[in-house]
């Protein structure tokens, strides 16, 4: 009896030191397959101009593709939400995190997640501000212009957006309540569609990304009245911020990388790692550069931070101008 006693004692303690010596190798060999990157818009919207050149360079890093999927349903809350709810085995992530549907959707409205406590923070990258854009032959060379034909006509101006409680929905929000107009808003799902609803003629101004409409400034397509940065920047010349112009509008376009929370420690920093050595690159400051994306590069404890000081901004301004989804 103790012989056999002596024996199960030996095999549990094998089997333990056995699936201890093999936990890290299994972590060790992570990433197996390719990586699913949620972005929570339409093909073609900014975030994709930085996502795509930075996924590609990461790739050499982690040794799989990191594939983007769009989901843009719902105004990025259906994309988020499914990050949210999948495996927290790092095979499902989820871009631009820290945009409108994170920081702006939960003070207006309910949603199927909780931003501070549903995600682990991988990376922040960069920002870029909202921009209040019309058309070259628009007869509103100014915002003044543009507010003074508001207030003459209530609702009649329309402009398209990326989605509602998005950063740029937000920014058009508040420069109604400040500037004390009304206009409509459209949501699109991206903001390529909101772009091409502008050129199009199809609604008289857009407020989207200023990096993927500003190709169409230089072309003297469209033009800027006014972007969301607290201080003017020499990435976008001849155009006024609103700070200057007299609205306290200092929105911006988080593209962040986060991934379902539990996720273990080990797969965070081995993502983080990756798109950090991918970013840091110079191909990719390239991009950055001519795509006008501002640097913003935070580590995982920095971006968690980060985030959750922005998410009280936004719940704060939106308490404090009385903003509502009214449309």
Known sequence: MKSKGKILIAVILFSALFLWAVQPAAMAVYPERPINAIMPYAPGGAPELIFRPLLESARKHLGVPVVILNKPAGGGIAGTQEVAQAKPDGYTLLLNFGGGEQLVSPHLQKVPF???????????????????????????????????????????????HPGVATVNHISALSLEKLAGISI????????????????????????????????????????????????????????????????????????????????????????????????????????????????????????????????????????????????
């Not at 406590?117 to 003044?144: A, N």
């Not at 991009?287 to 998410?311: C, G, H, Q, T």
Request: hydrophobic residues 40%; positive net charge.
């Open 114 to 160: 909780d931003t501070l406590r549903d995600f682990e923070p991988i990376i922040m990258l960069s920002y870029f501000p909202s921009g209040l854009f019309v058309r070259e032959d628009s007869p509103w060379k100014t915002i003044e212009q543009f507010i003074e034909e508001a207030k003459k006509n209530p609702g009649a101006i329309r402009y398209s």
């Open 184 to 327: 409509s808003g459209i949501p699109t799902g991206g903001g390529g569609p909101a772009l091409n609803m502008l050129l199009g003629g199809h609604v008289e101004a857009a407020q989207i990304g200023v990096p993927i409409a500003w190709p169409q400034v230089l072309a003297r397509k469209i033009r800027c009245l006014a972007y969301s940065l607290p201080q003017k920047s020499d990435f976008y010349p001849g155009s006024p911020t609103y700070v200057e112009k007299g609205f306290d509008i200092r929105t911006a376009v988080n593209q962040g990388i986060a991934a379902p929370k539990g996720t273990p420690k080990e797969i965070i920093q081995k993502l983080h790692d990756a798109f950090a050595a991918a970013f840091k690159e110079k191909s990719t400051q390239e991009v950055l550069e001519r795509i006008r994306f501002a640097p913003n590069y935070l580590n995982s404890e920095d971006a968690a931070k980060y985030i959750a000081e922005m998410y009280h901004y936004y719940g704060d301004m939106i308490k404090k101008l009385g903003v509502t989804l009214k449309k």
